[in-house]
């Protein structure tokens, strides 16, 4: 029986809800370069340019076809039904997981639906696209909203949370991320060396230098449920492995 889990969910489990993050785009983020609309020097050359983009972005996530998937179902049915403390952990900007149901979750790479106050850095939820006249409420003058998503360059979100919840699981599951890049490359080695069990859900085989103990080769939403069920079941990954 597993007490403590820690899930990182990535670009893969988006993807097969037909999102595409910069996270799984070889330096391209929907035909853009990253330099120009993922780093803060390109915000600074062209604000308007990077606003247009990521309320683009913001109207993809929210047009009609874009719906959770049965990872991001299985994913809230466990923290619904599980008895002990499940932290989910994405890299992933959208929302897909809090419409799916999740509550217990940190968008470590920030979150579309959200620009930040550049002075105070409060997060405000957004009303309007981002532009020249959506700024915050807590400065006098008031500044332009920023889109609060991690550019490169720039610190991921939460990491004293993650790295305190990485000390404590005794089960650490990846899905549809690399695992084998930074940061998730570190959170496996925190898990390994804290005795947690480590599984990785990958839609490719998994590399052979991988940290993971068990690697399960599929799309995310036809595992995933398999393996909430199997917890859910109190049975131990890996001593009755789904097809
Ligand atoms: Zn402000």
Redesign the pocket.
Known sequence: MYRRIVVLTGAGISAESGIKTFRDQHGLWEEHHIEDVATPEGYARDIDFVERFYNTRLEQLNGGDVAPNAAHVALAKLEAEFDGELLVITQNVDDLHERAGSLRLLHMHGELAKGR?P??L?TFVLREPFGVDNC????IP??RLRPHIVWFGEMPFGMDRIHDALDHCDLFIAIGTSGTVYPAAGFVDAANHHGAQTVEVNLVEADRHSQFQYHLTGKAGEIVPQLVEQILAGKVIGSDKPD
Do not use: G, N, R
């Open positions: 106050c002075q105070s409060q915050c409420t807590c400065c008031a500044k």
